[in-house]
Nanobody, 122 residues
């Protein structure tokens, strides 16, 4: 199995910054895409930012220009630097990782972390 552990959430004032971290551990062959998703109360989970093992990234419109996703392939970690935070960024943020347990094309995994709360409020 693949375990994902997030850290870095908390309470921040509007305009502030936070950095989320996520570490992947367990037995796997390769981690391909990693990403951050969020779910606000009463809303569906949505993608915030994703990044491939080659470093190609994609952002939700709401995150562009404010958030930066990065990863450390050697350490199997992914980060989300969040700047200029707004109250509407308040949500539980989840880390996601997709890859393969082995060299077999049938060994795909799609794992989620337990989530970390981000609250933007004055």
């Amino acid at each position: 199995q693949v375990q994902l552990v997030e850290s870095g959430g908390g309470l921040v004032q509007p305009g502030g910054s936070l950095t989320l971290s996520c570490a992947a551990s367990g037995s796997f062959f390769t981690v391909n895409a990693m990403g951050w998703y969020r779910q606000a109360p009463g809303k569906q989970r949505e993608s915030v930012a994703t990044i491939t093992s080659g470093g190609s990234s994609d952002y939700a419109d709401s995150a562009k220009g404010r958030f930066t996703i990065s990863r450390d392939n050697a350490m199997n970690m992914v980060y989300l630097q969040m700047n200029s935070l707004k109250p509407e960024d308040t949500a539980v943020y989840y880390c996601n990782a997709r890859g393969y347990y082995s060299s077999s094309a049938y060994s795909l995994f799609d794992s989620w972390g337990q989530g970390t709360q981000v609250t933007v409020s004055s």
